[in-house]
């Protein structure tokens, strides 16, 4: 079982097969990921002219351990600690951008619900969007994020080309990075908050989301 560790100054990150050990000053994140109930999502597309990108991602996944941090601690237990897997590689182009939005939780009928889209990256014929309700995932058709690029803290709106998502973000925290080291450049914000509003399940129907916990992001890249 493969080991790996990716570590800033504030930050050491620690991968030990389904067990995550993360720390970053006084806070201790030390969790177990169980095993995937939900099918995954996978694709492989073309990005640009010669380049290729492949991602899997998965809806919600339970998560079991423990939180510390500012003196308290938590114990995380499946069914309340929900999270989602990103597992992503490629050759991007070489100026790559990106809208993404992900949510993993359960719904007030004790539902699981888990979601992943984006715009900007997996669209040479096919997208990287869907969501899982109680473990059955419905693909999504391409989607579009409406947002005031002067003030990114008020709300967002996501909605597909299809009628199968229609949601409001709000925002409650952020973290943002930017770099110009003119061959490299990032531009990044993402947010953290909820989801509220509707999605169209291929088996369920439609479905009302409200304060859905999940964030979203905005990025430009140069490689």
């Not at 998965?58 to 998560?63: E, G, L, N, S």
């Not at 929900?82 to 939005?101: H, Q, S």
């Not at 947010?191 to 999940?214: E, K």
Request: with cysteine.
């Amino acid at each position: 079982m493969k080991t790996l560790v990716n570590s800033t100054r504030s930050l050491r990150i620690r991968f030990d097969g389904d067990h995550i050990l993360a720390k970053a000053g006084d806070m201790v994140l030390d969790v177990v990921m169980e095993k995937e109930d939900a099918s995954p999502l996978r694709i492989c597309t073309k990005a640009g002219y010669s380049g290729w990108t492949y991602t899997r991602k998965t809806a919600p996944i339970d998560f079991s351990g423990s939180l510390s941090c500012n003196g308290r601690h938590y114990s995380l237990t499946p069914g309340h600690c929900k999270g989602i897997t990103d597992w992503t590689v490629g050759y991007l182009r070489r100026e790559t951008f990106w809208n993404w939005a992900s949510a993993a939780g359960m719904l007030a009928d004790g539902r699981s619900f888990g979601m992943n889209l984006a715009c900007g990256v997996n669209e040479t014929g096919a997208t990287e969007n869907a969501f899982w309700l109680d473990g059955v995932q419905t693909k999504v058709d391409t989607v579009n994020f409406s947002f005031d690029a002067r003030a990114m803290e008020n709300e967002w709106r996501v909605w597909s080309a299809d009628g199968k998502i229609d949601l409001v973000f709000s925002p409650a925290a952020s973290r943002s990075e930017h770099l110009n080291a003119v061959l490299v450049a990032s531009r990044f914000t993402k947010f953290v908050g909820s989801f509220s509003g509707t999605v169209v399940c291929d088996r369920h129907g439609r479905t009302d989301i409200a304060a859905m916990p999940g964030w979203t992001e905005d990025h430009f890249a140069r490689w």
